[in-house]
């Protein structure tokens, strides 16, 4: 790809595997073996090591004995925690953008969100979301916030893809969204800030659901 050439190739091999974390391809407990993921990049395994050192500066890999590097597990009380922090920075960013959004994003996030109730749950579904929440941080016209939410936004890749893989899900996010712009519209910090952690706790509910649903333990899942 030309975008690809015109990079270091540790920066492709580090954006790929960010990627592959999101999308679940690489789960929580795989192993990071340096020669396969150079084979499977089409690179050498110098940069490979390069962005694998990356994502543990970025804490989502760690070095386990007779394993070597491997994405990081996290336990139910770090999703917790996680998401706790979700609704403090979401939260606050709705009530900046209450006040400093422009007429043009708030129509923009109408329109992210009309786009979501039209999509299919899926990848399409996730993205449109993605965008919504990046949109709406951006309105927030507060850098500190911004960088802030990046480092969060990197330990969630964790958890792999969203809960937006579901029907239901995607028709109570729309839902959620919708109160979330009511307040932005009517430029109510207070309620919008109050609406996005509304949306940020069913979220964590829909996680904290799907993790049951699956064969491993709560406590060992991500």
Same mark, same amino acid.
């Given at each position: 790809?030309?975008?690809?050439?015109?990079?270091?190739?540790?920066?492709?091999?580090?954006?790929?595997?960010?990627?592959?974390?999101?999308?679940?391809?690489?789960?929580?407990?795989?192993?990071?073996?340096?020669?396969?993921?150079?084979? *499977?990049?089409?690179?050498?395994?110098?940069?490979?090591?390069?962005?694998?050192?990356?994502?543990?500066? @970025?804490?989502? =890999?760690?070095?386990?004995? *007779?394993?070597?590097?491997?994405?990081?597990?996290? #336990?139910?009380?770090?999703?917790?925690?996680?998401?706790?922090?979700? $609704? =403090?920075?979401?939260?606050?960013?709705?009530?900046?953008?209450?006040?400093?959004?422009? @007429?043009?994003?708030?129509?923009?996030?109408?329109?992210?969100?009309?786009?979501?109730?039209?999509?299919?749950?899926?990848?399409?579904?996730?993205?449109?979301?993605?965008?919504?929440?990046?949109?709406?941080? #951006?309105?927030?016209?507060?850098?500190?916030?911004?960088?802030?939410?990046?480092?969060?936004?990197?330990?969630?890749?964790?958890?792999?893809?969203?809960?937006?893989? @579901?029907?239901?899900?995607?028709?109570?996010?729309?839902?959620?969204?919708?109160?979330?712009?009511? $307040?932005?519209?009517?430029? #109510?910090?207070?309620?919008?800030?109050?609406?996005?952690?509304?949306?940020?706790?069913?979220?964590?509910?829909?996680?904290?659901?799907?993790?049951?649903?699956?064969?491993?333990?709560?406590? #060992?899942?991500?």
């Amino acid at each position: 790809m030309a975008e690809d050439s015109e990079i270091p190739q540790g920066q492709v091999a580090y954006r790929r595997l960010l990627e592959d974390i999101r999308s679940g391809t690489l789960a929580p407990g795989a192993r990071l073996r340096e020669t396969d993921l150079a084979e *499977r990049l089409g690179i050498s395994r110098t940069p490979v090591r390069e962005a694998i050192r990356q994502l543990e500066a @970025d804490g989502l =890999v760690i070095h386990l004995a *007779r394993q070597g590097a491997t994405i990081r597990t996290l #336990d139910h009380a770090e999703v917790v925690e996680l998401y706790e922090m979700r $609704a =403090v920075l979401e939260g606050t960013a709705a009530r900046l953008a209450a006040r400093a959004a422009s @007429d043009m994003e708030l129509a923009e996030l109408a329109a992210l969100n009309s786009e979501l109730a039209a999509a299919p749950a899926g990848p399409q579904a996730r993205e449109l979301n993605r965008q919504f929440h990046r949109t709406l941080l #951006d309105a927030a016209r507060n850098r500190f916030l911004l960088k802030s939410m990046s480092a969060l936004q990197k330990t969630l890749l964790i958890l792999g893809p969203s809960t937006l893989g @579901d029907s239901d899900r995607v028709a109570s996010a729309v839902a959620e969204h919708a109160a979330v712009l009511t $307040a932005l519209e009517a430029r #109510d910090g207070v309620a919008a800030e109050a609406a996005m952690r509304g949306h940020v706790e069913a979220a964590l509910l829909a996680r904290i659901r799907g993790m049951r649903g699956r064969e491993i333990p709560l406590e #060992d899942e991500v």
